[in-house]
């Protein structure tokens, strides 16, 4: 799959999401970060709306993501973002920055493949319904 963000809503809690989200990536060999997280709650909603914003890098590329800004390392690795849509249902969002840029995309072919095979494995770990 060739695009630059993916989603995949998720029939399990944002908890178990956060949690089968860390470990594929981490078994995929992804280094991670939290950037940001927290409630969406807004004025008088009595139900939470968590969410989490993580970069995940592979090891081997951090070389070159540390002549960059922090803040820029997602383009040699992936932006996470999950959203607690329901108790028992989590967004999550995959963006690759790095197929915006064909060229770069080829030299680091092997981000976009592990991506994808993390994904499978956070949506063949229980129910999910491929958004994008």
Do not use: H, K, Q, Y
């Given at each position: 799959m060739e695009c630059a963000e993916r989603r995949l809503v998720l029939d399990r809690s944002f908890d178990e999401a956060v949690d089968v989200v860390l470990d594929a990536f981490i078994r995929?060999?992804?280094?991670?970060?939290?950037?940001?997280?927290g409630d969406l709650r807004g004025g008088?909603?009595?139900?939470?709306?968590?969410y989490a914003l993580l970069d995940v890098v592979l090891p081997e590329l951090t070389c070159c993501a540390t002549t960059l800004h922090a803040d820029d390392n997602v383009l040699v690795g992936c932006r996470l973002?999950?959203?607690?849509?329901t108790g028992s249902c989590t967004l999550l969002t995959a963006e690759n920055p790095m197929m915006r840029f064909p060229v770069l995309a080829d030299l680091v072919s092997k981000v976009n493949e592990r991506?994808?095979?993390?994904?499978?494995?956070?949506g063949e770990s229980r129910t999910a319904v491929s958004a994008a």
């Open positions: 995929e060999g992804f280094s991670v970060r939290s950037l940001d997280g008088r909603i009595e139900s939470s709306r968590r973002a999950l959203f607690e849509l991506i994808g095979c993390a994904l499978r494995t956070v």
